[in-house]
């Protein structure tokens, strides 16, 4: 069936350094992902999402390209900051109007 | 723009009881609405998916006698977790589309604690 895979549970990171969040996905539609993430006791938001293959989407600095090729969809940012400390989640729109969420990663920056 | 409220924001029922929650979409239709779980491990457990004028569809591990849901208009939805127990603590959440081109657009939520 359909689903998402996000391999780590935790990173984290001093303020400044890249990051990459990893999430691949299977699906038997044609893919649209998305990325979601959640401060603390707040509600999920969008963060980006695409449904274009090899088309970079950016936002807030943060940045990743669907490859269908190996069914990847990473998030990426080049110098995270303190604020980014928050739960990231990868989506897949799996057929109709149903969405389906990885385990999620959480990340921690520290100073 | 585009927002859903969820309501209660925290809830605190006994073991056995049930418990309602609600959901409001405000500034664009909820064609669809989606109750999920959040446990406290964070992973996201899809309840079910309402839309309108189709039948309401279950997940695996997730039945209409223990989760019924309305979803009478295009900005409504509730849900009711009957006969709750520890199992069933966790945070609510709400999400509501427009259309299956578009993302899904979250409530806060629901925090339900079964004492």
């Known amino acids: 069936g359909d689903s998402v895979t996000q391999t780590e549970g935790l990173v984290t990171l001093t303020k400044g350094l890249p990051v990459m969040l990893n999430c691949t996905y299977q699906?038997?539609?044609?893919?649209?992902l998305f990325w979601y993430v959640q401060h603390l006791n707040e509600a999920p938001k969008l963060l980006l999402k695409s449904s274009t293959d090899n088309k970079r989407t950016e936002h807030q600095g943060f940045y990743a390209t669907l490859h269908k090729s190996s069914s990847s969809f990473h998030l990426q940012k080049s110098s995270v900051q303190l604020s980014d400390s928050a739960l990231y989640f990868c989506?897949?729109?799996?057929?109709?109007?149903?969405?389906?969420f990885g385990s999620g990663t959480r990340l921690l920056v520290s100073p | 723009g585009a927002l859903v409220y969820q309501y209660p924001r925290r809830t605190i029922c006994k073991s056995g009881t049930s418990m309602r929650m609600e959901c409001q979409a405000v500034?664009?239709?909820?064609?669809?609405v989606a109750w999920y779980r959040q446990s406290p491990q964070k992973t996201f457990e899809l309840i079910a998916l309402s839309t309108v004028n189709s039948a309401i569809k279950y997940e695996q591990n997730f039945t209409q006698e223990k989760f019924p849901i309305s979803h009478p208009n295009l900005s409504f939805s509730s849900m009711t977790v009957l006969n709750a127990y520890l199992e069933d603590r966790g945070l609510y959440l709400c999400g509501a589309r427009p259309r299956t081109d578009t993302e899904v657009f979250f409530g806060k939520g629901t925090r339900l604690t079964v004492v």
């Open positions: 500034g664009f239709q909820a064609t669809s």
């Open positions: 989506a897949l729109k799996a057929g109709g109007y149903k969405v389906v």
């Open positions: 699906t038997t539609y044609s893919p649209f």
